[in-house]
């Protein structure tokens, strides 16, 4: 985190980010919180640690301004969203990967998931 306010000292408002492979999504959710269009994606497995560190970071779940996605194949169609002391953002779950049967998993049987941060600009609430 450290090197990312040091190169980038004006913060990343306006940015749209891909986090790949994000694990916990540190990275992301910082940006996110800094103002970025954040998508941070990893395997299925990973989405609701990746659900749970957004709502770790000062996010709430729901409410009237929450936007919704659609899981993976191989999931539930479950839908999350989480809204932020400052501004707005969600968490989406989506597959993104290209299987052989065109079902969006990977070829292993385990789709590739992504859990989306967005912000506005309406600023603090």
């Given at each position: 985190?450290?090197?990312?306010?040091e190169?980038?000292?004006?913060?990343?408002?306006?940015?749209?980010?891909?986090?790949?492979?994000?694990?916990?999504?540190?990275?992301?959710?910082?940006?996110?919180?800094?103002?970025?269009?954040?998508?941070?994606?990893?395997?299925?497995?990973?989405?609701?640690?990746?659900?749970?560190?957004?709502?770790?970071?000062?996010?709430?779940?729901?409410?009237?301004?929450?936007?919704?996605?659609?899981?993976?194949?191989?999931?539930?169609?479950?839908?999350?969203?989480?809204?932020?002391?400052?501004?707005?953002?969600?968490?989406?779950?989506?597959?993104?990967?290209?299987?052989s049967?065109?079902?969006g998993?990977?070829?292993?049987?385990?789709?590739?998931?992504?859990?989306?941060?967005?912000?506005?600009?309406?600023?603090?609430?």
């Open positions: 985190l450290r090197f990312l306010e190169h980038r000292p004006a913060g990343y408002a306006g940015l749209r980010v891909l986090e790949l492979g994000a694990g916990a999504g540190v990275c992301g959710l910082a940006m996110a919180l800094d103002g970025a269009d954040a998508t941070v994606t990893d395997v299925d497995a990973l989405v609701p640690l990746l659900e749970l560190n957004v709502a770790a970071n000062s996010f709430r779940r729901g409410g009237p301004e929450e936007a919704t996605g659609t899981a993976s194949p191989d999931a539930t169609g479950s839908r999350a969203a989480a809204r932020p002391r400052r501004g707005r953002r969600s968490t989406r779950r989506r597959s993104s990967g290209s299987g049967d065109g079902d998993a990977e070829p292993d049987g385990h789709g590739a998931a992504a859990a989306e941060v967005e912000a506005d600009e309406s600023g603090p609430r």
